[in-house]
Protein backbone atom coordinates (compact mmCIF):
# COMPACT_ATOMS: atom_id res chain seq x y z
CA UNK A 1 0.00 0.00 0.00
CA UNK A 2 1.57 3.35 -1.14
CA UNK A 3 2.43 5.90 1.82
CA UNK A 4 3.50 9.50 2.21
CA UNK A 5 7.06 9.54 3.60
CA UNK A 6 8.77 11.76 5.51
CA UNK A 7 12.58 12.18 6.61
CA UNK A 8 13.99 12.92 8.92
CA UNK A 9 11.40 10.96 11.84
CA UNK A 10 13.18 12.96 14.81
CA UNK A 11 15.44 15.67 14.10
CA UNK A 12 16.99 18.23 17.42
CA UNK A 13 18.58 21.32 16.92
CA UNK A 14 19.73 24.69 18.35
CA UNK A 15 17.67 27.89 18.30
CA UNK A 16 18.67 30.18 15.64
CA UNK A 17 19.61 27.09 13.48
CA UNK A 18 18.34 26.45 10.08
CA UNK A 19 16.35 22.71 9.66
CA UNK A 20 14.55 21.40 6.54
CA UNK A 21 12.12 18.47 6.32
CA UNK A 22 11.33 16.51 3.40
CA UNK A 23 7.84 14.90 2.17
CA UNK A 24 7.25 12.41 -0.60
CA UNK A 25 3.63 12.38 -1.23
CA UNK A 26 2.01 9.08 -3.11
CA UNK A 27 2.61 8.78 -6.31
CA UNK A 28 -0.49 10.91 -8.07
CA UNK A 29 -1.89 12.88 -5.86
CA UNK A 30 -1.83 16.23 -6.82
CA UNK A 31 -2.25 18.00 -3.60
CA UNK A 32 0.23 18.21 -0.89
CA UNK A 33 0.24 19.51 2.52
CA UNK A 34 2.35 20.26 5.47
CA UNK A 35 0.51 20.83 9.19
CA UNK A 36 2.25 21.13 12.31
CA UNK A 37 1.01 19.50 15.75
CA UNK A 38 1.73 20.98 19.02
CA UNK A 39 2.26 18.49 21.22
CA UNK A 40 -1.46 17.88 23.08
CA UNK A 41 -3.21 20.15 20.21
CA UNK A 42 -4.46 18.96 16.93
CA UNK A 43 -2.68 19.98 14.20
CA UNK A 44 -2.46 23.04 11.78
CA UNK A 45 -2.66 23.56 8.35
CA UNK A 46 0.93 25.14 7.75
CA UNK A 47 0.71 25.78 3.85
CA UNK A 48 -0.90 23.70 0.60
CA UNK A 49 0.23 22.53 -2.52
CA UNK A 50 -1.34 21.89 -5.50
CA UNK A 51 1.20 20.58 -7.91
CA UNK A 52 4.31 23.16 -7.46
CA UNK A 53 1.88 26.03 -6.99
CA UNK A 54 0.88 27.49 -3.20
CA UNK A 55 -2.81 27.44 -2.86
CA UNK A 56 -2.76 28.50 1.27
CA UNK A 57 -0.10 29.63 3.00
CA UNK A 58 -2.28 31.65 5.35
CA UNK A 59 -0.89 30.23 8.39
CA UNK A 60 2.80 29.53 7.84
CA UNK A 61 5.22 32.21 9.22
CA UNK A 62 6.66 33.49 6.34
CA UNK A 63 9.64 35.21 8.34
CA UNK A 64 11.23 31.63 9.00
CA UNK A 65 9.38 29.47 7.58
CA UNK A 66 9.21 28.41 3.95
CA UNK A 67 8.15 25.61 1.50
CA UNK A 68 8.65 24.31 -1.94
CA UNK A 69 7.56 21.52 -4.21
CA UNK A 70 9.75 22.54 -6.93
CA UNK A 71 8.93 19.45 -9.73
CA UNK A 72 5.15 19.34 -8.06
CA UNK A 73 6.01 15.93 -6.71
CA UNK A 74 8.65 16.31 -3.34
CA UNK A 75 8.36 18.93 -1.01
CA UNK A 76 10.87 20.69 1.31
CA UNK A 77 9.97 22.49 4.39
CA UNK A 78 12.29 24.67 5.95
CA UNK A 79 13.01 26.98 9.61
CA UNK A 80 15.53 29.53 9.42
CA UNK A 81 15.93 30.52 12.42
CA UNK A 82 14.32 27.72 14.53
CA UNK A 83 12.81 29.09 17.76
CA UNK A 84 12.23 27.56 20.55
CA UNK A 85 8.37 27.21 20.06
CA UNK A 86 8.59 25.94 16.90
CA UNK A 87 9.55 22.74 18.94
CA UNK A 88 6.58 20.76 17.33
CA UNK A 89 5.65 17.40 15.11
CA UNK A 90 5.45 18.57 11.39
CA UNK A 91 3.00 16.43 9.54
CA UNK A 92 2.92 15.95 5.61
CA UNK A 93 -0.44 14.90 3.75
CA UNK A 94 -1.22 14.46 0.43
CA UNK A 95 -4.60 13.80 -1.80
CA UNK A 96 -6.34 13.84 -4.62
CA UNK A 97 -7.12 16.88 -6.57
CA UNK A 98 -10.73 17.31 -5.29
CA UNK A 99 -11.55 19.25 -2.65
CA UNK A 100 -12.71 16.83 -0.36
CA UNK A 101 -10.62 13.73 -1.45
CA UNK A 102 -9.11 11.84 1.45
CA UNK A 103 -5.86 13.29 2.96
CA UNK A 104 -3.39 10.66 3.82
CA UNK A 105 -1.11 11.20 6.56
CA UNK A 106 2.82 10.75 6.48
CA UNK A 107 4.72 9.46 10.00
CA UNK A 108 6.13 13.10 10.90
CA UNK A 109 8.91 15.13 11.82
CA UNK A 110 9.23 15.27 15.58
CA UNK A 111 11.30 18.65 15.50
CA UNK A 112 12.79 19.41 19.63
CA UNK A 113 14.77 23.05 19.47
CA UNK A 114 17.09 23.51 22.30
CA UNK B 1 -13.83 31.19 11.93
CA UNK B 2 -14.84 27.65 12.48
CA UNK B 3 -13.75 25.75 15.58
CA UNK B 4 -13.91 21.66 16.64
CA UNK B 5 -14.32 21.03 20.03
CA UNK B 6 -13.56 17.58 21.46
CA UNK B 7 -14.35 17.57 25.69
CA UNK B 8 -12.98 14.74 26.53
CA UNK B 9 -9.18 14.86 26.80
CA UNK B 10 -9.08 11.13 27.33
CA UNK B 11 -12.04 8.30 27.21
CA UNK B 12 -11.15 4.53 28.43
CA UNK B 13 -12.79 1.71 27.32
CA UNK B 14 -12.84 -2.05 28.31
CA UNK B 15 -12.20 -4.50 25.68
CA UNK B 16 -14.98 -5.72 23.35
CA UNK B 17 -17.54 -2.56 24.95
CA UNK B 18 -18.86 0.30 23.27
CA UNK B 19 -17.57 3.83 23.89
CA UNK B 20 -18.55 7.46 22.55
CA UNK B 21 -16.10 10.30 21.63
CA UNK B 22 -17.73 13.39 21.80
CA UNK B 23 -17.27 16.17 19.15
CA UNK B 24 -18.56 19.54 18.76
CA UNK B 25 -18.15 22.42 16.03
CA UNK B 26 -19.27 25.71 14.97
CA UNK B 27 -20.01 27.04 11.50
CA UNK B 28 -22.38 29.47 10.20
CA UNK B 29 -21.64 27.08 6.34
CA UNK B 30 -24.50 24.84 5.62
CA UNK B 31 -22.41 22.24 3.23
CA UNK B 32 -19.35 20.99 4.58
CA UNK B 33 -18.11 17.73 5.97
CA UNK B 34 -17.00 16.17 8.62
CA UNK B 35 -14.17 13.33 9.70
CA UNK B 36 -12.75 11.18 12.49
CA UNK B 37 -8.77 10.58 11.78
CA UNK B 38 -7.10 8.12 14.15
CA UNK B 39 -3.36 9.03 15.26
CA UNK B 40 -1.74 5.73 16.74
CA UNK B 41 1.18 5.98 19.39
CA UNK B 42 4.86 6.72 16.58
CA UNK B 43 2.51 6.00 13.96
CA UNK B 44 0.81 7.89 11.07
CA UNK B 45 -3.13 9.29 11.35
CA UNK B 46 -4.96 7.49 9.49
CA UNK B 47 -9.17 8.12 8.14
CA UNK B 48 -11.92 6.50 10.25
CA UNK B 49 -14.46 7.68 8.93
CA UNK B 50 -16.07 10.54 7.10
CA UNK B 51 -19.42 12.22 7.26
CA UNK B 52 -21.09 14.79 4.13
CA UNK B 53 -23.20 17.51 6.25
CA UNK B 54 -25.88 17.13 3.28
CA UNK B 55 -26.48 13.76 3.86
CA UNK B 56 -29.27 12.82 7.00
CA UNK B 57 -27.87 9.15 7.20
CA UNK B 58 -25.09 8.73 9.75
CA UNK B 59 -21.77 6.62 8.23
CA UNK B 60 -20.94 3.97 9.20
CA UNK B 61 -17.74 1.46 8.88
CA UNK B 62 -17.65 -1.78 10.10
CA UNK B 63 -17.56 -0.91 14.34
CA UNK B 64 -17.13 2.71 13.69
CA UNK B 65 -20.33 4.84 13.25
CA UNK B 66 -21.00 8.59 14.19
CA UNK B 67 -24.25 10.13 15.26
CA UNK B 68 -24.72 13.28 13.42
CA UNK B 69 -26.87 16.08 14.46
CA UNK B 70 -26.48 19.04 11.92
CA UNK B 71 -28.78 21.25 14.26
CA UNK B 72 -27.09 20.59 17.88
CA UNK B 73 -23.43 20.96 15.62
CA UNK B 74 -22.71 17.40 17.49
CA UNK B 75 -20.63 14.98 15.67
CA UNK B 76 -19.97 11.93 18.13
CA UNK B 77 -18.51 8.38 17.26
CA UNK B 78 -19.30 5.04 18.19
CA UNK B 79 -16.88 2.19 18.71
CA UNK B 80 -18.71 -0.98 18.91
CA UNK B 81 -16.79 -4.29 20.34
CA UNK B 82 -13.21 -2.36 20.82
CA UNK B 83 -10.15 -3.49 20.19
CA UNK B 84 -6.75 -3.11 21.90
CA UNK B 85 -6.11 -1.77 18.46
CA UNK B 86 -8.19 0.85 18.80
CA UNK B 87 -5.82 2.31 21.58
CA UNK B 88 -5.22 6.02 20.13
CA UNK B 89 -5.76 9.64 20.00
CA UNK B 90 -8.91 10.63 17.84
CA UNK B 91 -9.30 13.90 16.10
CA UNK B 92 -12.34 14.97 14.92
CA UNK B 93 -11.92 17.29 12.08
CA UNK B 94 -14.27 19.75 9.85
CA UNK B 95 -14.00 20.40 6.43
CA UNK B 96 -15.61 23.51 4.59
CA UNK B 97 -15.33 23.18 1.01
CA UNK B 98 -15.07 26.66 -0.48
CA UNK B 99 -12.59 27.62 1.87
CA UNK B 100 -10.53 24.57 0.27
CA UNK B 101 -8.90 21.56 1.83
CA UNK B 102 -8.24 22.82 4.98
CA UNK B 103 -8.82 20.47 7.73
CA UNK B 104 -9.65 22.46 11.08
CA UNK B 105 -8.86 19.86 13.83
CA UNK B 106 -10.10 19.63 17.36
CA UNK B 107 -7.61 18.71 19.87
CA UNK B 108 -7.90 15.42 20.46
CA UNK B 109 -9.64 12.78 22.69
CA UNK B 110 -6.86 10.04 23.68
CA UNK B 111 -8.35 6.80 24.26
CA UNK B 112 -7.12 3.70 26.32
CA UNK B 113 -8.55 0.06 25.76
CA UNK B 114 -8.32 -1.92 28.89
CA UNK B 115 -7.71 -5.70 28.06
Known amino acids: EAEVAQSPRYKITEKSQAVAFWCDPISGHATLYWYRQILGQGPELLVQFQDESVVDDSQLPKDRFSAERLKGVDSTLKIQPAELGDSAMYLCASSLPGVVDTQYFGPGTRLTVL | AQTVTQSQPEMSVQEAETVTLSCTYD???????LFWYKQPPSRQMILVIR??????QNATENRFSVNFQKAAKSFSLKISDSQLGDAAMYFCAYLWETSGSRLTFGEGTQLTVNP
Open chain 2, 27 to 33: TSESDYY
Open chain 2, 51 to 56: QEAYKQ
